[in-house]
């Protein structure tokens, strides 16, 4: 299974059009090689290199989403309404773009997608710890893209 984007490479610069200082929207992804069995998909977008002192474990989710079909092939900025959108670090329910703080150096933001054996019965209120909690054993296959983001 893969995932991508035409925005950016792996391990490239995610263009500022898809940060809060652009108009801070997703970036378009395409899915290719999801499982025959796959019933339905999920995506987080992670920040592991947030610092320490700002959230203790480093970690920030920008965009949590579960039960794309399956046969959905891409997510584009239109196409959450398919899904189910969870809550991120911030307590929203939307993409939130990579922010990082000014100086802090590059951070990386891994979109990892999962192929699941079945739809989740999780409210819009979950997040990333949740939504992991549920998938635990219904994974068949997972992959990731990771994008760079700096603000100087």
Sequence with gaps: MRIETPAFREDGWIPVEHTVDGDDSPPPLLF????????????????????????????????????????????????????????????????????????????RYFFTLYALDTMLDLSDSAGRPELEAAMAGHVLEQAVLMGRFQRD
């Design 32 to 107: 290719e090689g999801v499982p025959s069995e796959a019933v339905s998909l999920a995506l987080v977008v992670h920040d592991p290199d947030v610092p320490r002192d700002r959230r203790p474990d480093g970690n920030f989710d920008h965009w949590v989403v579960w039960n794309i079909p399956a046969a959905q092939h891409r997510l584009f900025r239109d196409d959450v309404n398919l899904a189910v959108v969870g809550r991120t670090t911030r307590g929203t329910n939307t993409w939130i773009g990579p922010a990082p703080p000014p100086g802090d150096g590059p951070h």
